[in-house]
Each structure stands twice: as structure tokens, then as C-alpha cells.
């Protein structure tokens, strides 16, 4: 099964406010940059986001390390909220529903096809993947503010 790293990062400009998302994949010597955004958004949107599109663009099941900045995103999946909240209709509490649960229903059925570690990191820190991202997120964003 391939090995790849993947980083991970969103940005927006209020929330909500115009977004961006971006993604930096490695594999091997190979690297590849993904980015892209919406004029009207949540930065937790674009974070999930950035993470969907990013195993979205693996062809094939591979083994993957997924960096993220977002602790919405690596504590949902790394201490099973994401899974909770769907098993129970996408309700957070009896009274409260989860939110962006389209997405997170795209991004668990990913993580069927591929074996996904979600490790958090500081963002704006040493990871020059990360700061990457963010620099992409970040100039995504912008090309929706007038």
C-alpha cells in the first residue's frame, strides 16, 4: 500500500466570509499542491475540505499521514466524534446537531478506501508544508474579497 503524506489547511476571511482550502500531498519525491475556495463560508469548512479534496485525489487505497492545524478536524477523527455523530443522525447531543455533516460523511467514507492517521500540528509553526498551505488558503480567500 503507497505511503503518503498529506497537509492540510484553511482559511477565511470572517466566519462566515470567503474561504480557501489548500493541500500539499507527498509521495516519494512527488509533491503536489491542491487549492481552491468559496465566496461565502466557514474556516472549519474549508479545513474539512482541504482534507477531502486532498485523499480525493488519491488513485489508489494508500496508507496516509494527514497534517492538520485544525483540531475541529484531527479531534473528530482521532478521538471518534465524527463516527458518533453519524451513527447517531449527525446529532451532537439530544438537542444539538453536528455541523457540516455532509462533509464529514465524505471525508468518513474516505477514510474507508484509505488508511488515515490524523496527526495536529501547530499552525504557523516549522512545518514549511503547513505554512505552505496556509500561504495558499490564505491567497484563495482573497480572490473573493472585492
Keep these: 500500500m503507497p505511503v503518503v503524506e498529506i497537509y492540510t489547511d484553511g482559511a477565511c476571511?470572517?466566519?462566515?466570509?470567503p474561504g480557501g482550502w489548500?493541500?500539499?500531498?507527498?509521495?516519494?519525491?512527488?509533491?503536489?499542491?491542491?487549492?481552491?475556495?468559496?465566496?461565502?463560508?466557514?474556516?472549519?469548512?474549508m479545513e474539512l475540505l482541504a482534507a477531502i479534496r486532498?485523499?480525493?485525489?488519491?488513485?489508489?487505497?494508500?496508507?496516509?499521514?494527514?497534517?492538520?492545524?485544525?483540531?475541529?478536524?484531527?479531534d473528530a477523527m482521532?478521538?471518534?466524534?465524527?463516527e458518533r455523530w453519524?451513527?447517531?443522525g449527525w446529532m451532537r447531543t439530544k438537542?444539538?446537531?453536528?455541523?457540516?455533516p455532509d462533509l464529514w460523511q465524505r471525508l468518513l467514507d474516505l477514510c474507508k478506501i484509505h488508511e488515515v492517521e490524523f496527526i495536529w500540528l501547530r499552525g504557523h509553526g516549522q512545518s514549511k508544508h503547513n505554512n505552505r498551505c496556509d500561504e495558499l488558503a490564505v491567497a484563495e480567500s482573497r480572490r473573493f474579497i472585492v
Design 22 to 45: 489548500a493541500a500539499v500531498l507527498l509521495f516519494g519525491e512527488h509533491r503536489k499542491e491542491l487549492s481552491g475556495g468559496e465566496p461565502s463560508t466557514t474556516n472549519n469548512r
Design 54 to 74: 486532498a485523499l480525493e485525489e488519491l488513485r489508489v487505497a494508500c496508507k496516509v499521514k494527514l497534517y492538520t492545524d485544525s483540531r475541529y478536524l484531527a
Design 86 to 88: 453519524r451513527r447517531s
Design 78 to 82: 482521532t478521538k471518534g466524534w465524527a
Design 13 to 17: 476571511s470572517g466566519n462566515p466570509g
Design 95 to 100: 438537542t444539538e446537531h453536528a455541523k457540516n
